[in-house]
């Protein structure tokens, strides 16, 4: 398949473990049964959270497992001004308001979840004022950006959808109808990361021309904001291949933030990479 592209993009906000392995070796082995290119990007936004030298062991890992890719590596810290581009045009069609709730507001806050557990954005801040919304900017009250989606979802038009060519966590697959309001208004920006997961993924994807997205099940339904946002802003739509998750002894999903032993420190102990590509088939 001429032209497609696919991308392993890890977040270096600590360091790479034996699900990422299982990630990056499953998005390589689909883009080699598509004859197309594999990509690696460093989705480094939260620069309070990501370091240099976490990014550096990430790629130092993947060329570990015996994989390749084109030079150079995007790295989403050195495009800030990319992202900044499209808040300002999803702010010029009124699709974005000023949110100065605090995390220990939202936290009290009632309501139904969303599908990552979290209480759906209540909207007090959606019917504020254009007065009252100023006077507290130019207050210099810190403040989020978050997406309007009921006016998202009209500007998307209707039929939103995807095609998904893996498994999503009840069994969708083939053409897949989104749900967005599921999520509620959404963050797109913060005074501390001035983007956000959303805005810099679809952009990245975009301009890369990554064709198809494979990424854990745990990011299907976040697949329903990112088709609002490509079709708000006249992108591509990729098809999708979300696969398995791999846990750790207790059925836990590994995770950086839990600290699981990380690819480092299983080479270190005498790993190597056939034994892991073995123990996942590839």
């Not at 060329?63 to 790295?75: A, F, K, N």
């Not at 959404?186 to 679809?202: E, F, Q």
């Not at 291949?241 to 005498?270: F, M, Y």
Request: charged letters at 25%; a neutral charge; aromatic letters at 8%.
């Amino acid at each position: 398949m001429a032209g497609s592209f696919f991308r392993f993009a890890p977040s270096p906000n600590g360091r790479l473990h034996l699900g990422h392995a299982y990630s990056a070796l499953f998005t390589a082995q689909q883009a080699k049964d598509h004859g197309a290119q594999f990509l690696v990007r460093i989705e480094d936004i939260d620069r309070a959270r990501c370091k240099p030298e976490f990014a550096e062991q990430a790629l130092a890992d993947l060329e570990w497992l015996g994989l390749d890719w084109p030079q150079p590596v995007r790295h989403q810290s050195r495009h800030m001004h990319d992202y900044t581009v499209i808040i300002d045009r999803l702010e010029r069609l009124g699709l974005l308001y000023p949110c100065f709730c605090t995390r220990a507001k939202l936290s009290k806050a009632p309501g139904p979840k969303d599908p990552d557990g979290t209480t759906v954005y209540p909207g007090y801040c959606r019917l504020m004022t254009k007065m009252e919304r100023n006077r507290r900017m130019t207050a210099g009250e810190p403040y989020a950006l978050r997406l309007d989606m009921a006016k998202a979802i009209v500007a998307a038009g209707p039929d939103l959808s995807f095609y998904e060519s893996g498994c999503g966590p009840d069994g969708e697959t083939g053409i897949v109808t989104c749900t967005p309001q599921a999520w509620g208004d959404v963050v797109l920006a913060r005074k501390d990361i001035a983007t956000s997961y959303h805005i810099a993924v679809v952009h990245d994807d975009a301009i890369q021309q990554i064709t198809h997205i494979t990424r854990g099940i745990d990011l299907f339904h976040a697949t329903a904001i990112h088709r609002v946002l490509q079709s708000i802003l006249e992108l591509p739509a990729p098809a999708y291949i979300h696969h398995r998750l791999i846990p750790d002894d207790t059925g836990r999903k590994l995770s950086k933030s839990a600290r699981d032993r990380s690819l480092a420190a299983l080479r270190e102990d005498g790993v190597t990479p056939e034994m892991i590509r073995e123990q996942f088939g590839f």
